[in-house]
């Protein structure tokens, strides 16, 4: 960048350098095999803006002059602190409460009640990429009004929670929010029942937190330490993936399932060639696999 000392200095034109802060064309497919050889994440074409917008405060933060020197650092060290931050950089994705209702209206209405039909007392959820929390904290939240209407008909029923980022899960198990974040999709009842004001904002309540657990995990590696699962979230993630690391996701996921377990996944996201082995249950909104 020029400053007008450097644009007012001598009478000879001066020659202005390449702009090191926006992301060479050469860095870019080089960047994208670095991401999915480490996390499984497919950008595809034409999402420089996305890496550039995503990065930028590393460049700041570690004084990089160019997103290349970055880039060569992050590939010479994928166990680095730095590698570490931009999976983080580049996995974090705005979430709200009870996104999309319906997920946790079946859960409540459908999903918790055949639990019980199946004689199923100790039931799991895992919430798969849970990013900041709110996900599998809403599912606790979702068994606890279940539960005030049908009391000890579960024993010590648990949210398993994993993510790929390490300072997300951090953030997660503090489960404290500002104003901003939990106004976006509770209620007035739900924030006065499950939180708790606090220095920091707001805290999820003790009632609610205890019941989820978090974990670090990649959707690339196994699954068996989670233990078998009665409903799966893994919702708006596999659209990140390659087909076929998503028919292997869902694969192991089905091989990690109870017996009529369910799965639900995101509304541009489908079953692919494992359709076979579930029947979709649809609801108000939307729907939910269940394993035949």
Known sequence: MLTNSDANSGDKPQSVAADTRTLDKSD???FCDYLESLCGIVLGENKQYLVTSRLAPLLDEYSFQSFSQLIALVIEDKKSTLASRVVDAMTTNETSWFRDQFPFELLKHHILPDMIEMGRRRVSIWSAACSSGQEPYSISMAITEFLDAHPK???NPRVV????SPAILDDAKKGVYDAAAISRGLNSAQKKRFFNPVKAGFEVGSEVKNR???QLLDLQQGYAALGKQDIIFC????IYFSSQLRDNIIERMVANMNPKGYLYLGASESLGSFTRHFRTVRGNGGSVHQLK
């Open 28 to 30: 870019y497919p080089v």
């Open 212 to 214: 989820v657990s978090f």
């Open 153 to 155: 008909c579960f024993l």
């Open 235 to 238: 919702r708006n993630v596999l």
């Open 161 to 164: 929670s994993t993510d790929i």
